[in-house]
């Protein structure tokens, strides 16, 4: 918790003004029993009317004085908590699009979003009190003690007693119960994943019918994180009762040996009362105390949590990188000897050796798994390449800051992904400048115009999220204009016609080599068709090219792009041209 500290450097005045108020109010607090003593002991003794009702007007001033300091500091703790959540969720959002893909598919979605929610919540909740009660209830507890010795020194004993086997309660009860809280931000995980798996995937659950066993996973999660909670809070529940059996001890043992007192002469009935005031006021204080530790103990809890990614550094830095220049006469990408792994296990991509001239396009054909996205995903230095080189024009890629690299590359991934707001705002995204000739220039080649002119306001028509009020070819096509549209040196397409017809592929590819001629493209496909009027087409089988070349060279030379043709087409069909 003490490295996330260093948010509320801009809330220092705030972070001090609330304690000190809260220590006012305290303040005020302590001189409650006194009164009161006084009140019996003068007013009530002497039946002097006048001396109580100027005393209960003191009570009063106190009281508004107290709810005045109180809400003060209130104030100001909750503009010091938010204003550390404000810029911890800002600098932990940062950190994440610092992160590569490796990291991010290490890490997961799921336990990313509960860490910017949850916890960030958590941790700024423990700011907030901890600002509130950190310096108050240390102060009533040593506050009350020493007024209770100005009492009665030897009654005081008791005081001595009870305080610290609230305190070792109190610490017994933590000790045990931090684990478990670190155990339920972990099952909160978990379910965030299910839910967001069975909200990505519902049309899939729906189509094979698997609601029950969803259903049932989901509630065999929520059963494991129930029971984490419930252990927890057994645990817990045992805070009050036991504090509470040793307070009320406490009070009948002040309450027995101050009645001998107060027959004695020692004391007086006021100061008895103030006595047991006092061991209230002490008890209400360790309560805090309690509770304060718990929600510190979840906010340390969420804090470590958060820190762990903060602590992970992105493996694709262009940190020291300065612009490049394009080596002249250069291939516009070039791989040599390329090997590439995940997270060091066996290699996705192995030895890859490739020269793509500007102007080019490039088919990327194979089967499932073989590593066709992985390969255009070096590209854009998604990820680094474990072994040999990655040139783009001539240049290293790792020597490019990633702004330039991504300026020079459009991507079509394949999933298509629209975002929230309209059709212009989207293609904004390739170019922010973009005027409307340009985005209907963009569709056109896309063969997105037709359908976005039936839309009742064109290119301002709504785009829900993810583009769900779209079909997938629609998706499709708006991603492949958004990408168009930034005229990029270099354009992947990564599967991005797969929702498209045969007549509708065609005419994008034809209308793909007509407006962007100059663009070097990489096509990744599953249809043979698709690549092949491509003048290098590279077949990948299990992480390795065996094969480069065009189209009817491959078809002779290369049984596996033959077998992949001629299970789409016939074999006439494969040897036109």
């Not at 003794?45 to 005045?68: Q, R």
């Not at 805090?288 to 530790?293: C, G, R, S, T, Y």
């Not at 330039?404 to 705002?425: C, M, W, Y």
């Not at 290369?558 to 992949?564: D, G, K, L």
Request: glycine share 8%; net charge neutral; hydrophobic share 45%.
């Amino acid at each position: 918790m003490f490295k996330l500290l260093k948010y509320l450097k801009g809330y220092i005045p705030q972070s001090i003004i609330a304690p000190l108020f809260k220590f006012l109010e305290a303040s005020f607090e302590l001189a409650v029993p006194i009164v009161m003593a006084s009140i019996i002991d003068t007013g009530v003794k002497n039946n002097d009317e006048g001396y109580i009702y100027k005393m209960g007007l003191v009570l009063v001033l106190l009281g508004i004085f107290g709810l005045a300091a109180a809400i003060t500091a209130q104030y100001f703790a909750a503009k010091a908590a938010l204003g550390f959540g404000t810029a911890l969720r800002r600098d932990f959002y940062k950190h994440l699009n610092t992160l590569s893909h490796a990291e991010i598919d290490k890490i997961g979605a799921p336990t990313m979003i509960t860490r910017v929610t949850n916890d960030i919540n958590q941790a700024q909740t423990g700011i907030n009190m901890f600002l509130r009660l950190f310096l108050r209830s240390p102060f009533i507890v040593i506050g009350s003690i020493v007024m209770c010795l100005t009492i009665s020194p030897s009654l005081t004993l008791i005081f001595g007693i009870a305080a610290p086997v609230i305190g070792l309660i109190i610490y017994l009860i933590m000790s045990n119960t931090i684990p478990k809280y670190k155990l339920i931000q972990s099952r909160l995980d978990k379910v965030s994943l299910l839910t967001r798996e069975n909200l990505s995937g519902v049309r899939v659950i729906r189509a094979f019918a698997r609601q029950k066993n969803e259903k049932e996973d989901f509630d065999e999660e929520t059963g494991e994180l129930l029971k984490a909670q419930v252990r927890a809070g057994r645990v817990s529940a045992l805070l009050n009762p036991l504090t509470f059996a040793v307070v009320n001890l406490a009070i009948a043992a002040i309450l027995w040996f101050g009645g001998g007192s107060v027959d004695s002469g020692a004391i007086t009935q006021g100061e008895l009362i103030a006595l047991v005031n006092y061991m209230n006021q002490i008890l209400l204080a360790l309560i805090v105390v309690a509770n304060l530790i718990i929600i510190l103990t979840k906010a340390s809890a969420s804090a470590s949590r958060i820190n762990d990614v903060f602590a992970i550094t992105p493996s694709v830095t262009d940190e020291g990188n300065v612009p490049q220049t394009a080596v002249y006469g250069a291939a516009a990408v070039e791989l040599k000897n390329v090997t590439f792994a995940y997270h060091k296990d066996k290699p996705t991509l192995e030895n890859i050796t490739v020269s793509v001239k500007k102007g080019e396009t490039v088919g990327i054909v194979g089967g499932t798994g073989s590593g066709k996205s992985t390969f255009v995903n070096l590209i854009p230095r998604f990820y680094d390449i474990t072994e040999g080189e990655l040139l783009i024009d001539g240049v290293d890629v790792r020597k490019y800051p990633l702004s330039q690299l991504r300026e020079k590359i459009g991507i079509v991934p394949q999933r298509a992904v629209l975002f929230k707001g309209t059709i212009r705002s989207n293609m904004k995204w390739g170019r922010e400048n973009a005027t409307d000739e340009e985005i209907w220039a963009a569709l056109e080649t896309a063969q997105a115009a037709e359908f976005v002119r039936k839309l009742p306001d064109g290119i301002d028509s709504a785009v829900e999220q993810g583009g769900r009020n779209f079909s997938g070819g629609q998706r499709q096509r708006l991603t492949i204009a958004r990408a168009v549209i930034m005229k990029p040196e270099i354009i992947i397409l990564d599967d991005s016609s797969s929702a498209l017809d045969f007549a509708t592929d065609a005419a994008l590819r034809t209308a793909l080599a007509r407006d962007i001629s100059e663009s070097t493209v990489f096509i990744v496909s599953q249809r043979a068709s698709s690549v092949k009027h491509a003048d290098k087409i590279i077949v990948l089988d299990d992480g390795q090219a065996v094969g480069i070349g065009t189209h009817g060279d491959l078809f002779e030379n290369c049984h596996i792009y033959r077998e992949i043709c001629l299970s789409q087409m016939s074999e006439s069909e494969a040897k036109e041209n």
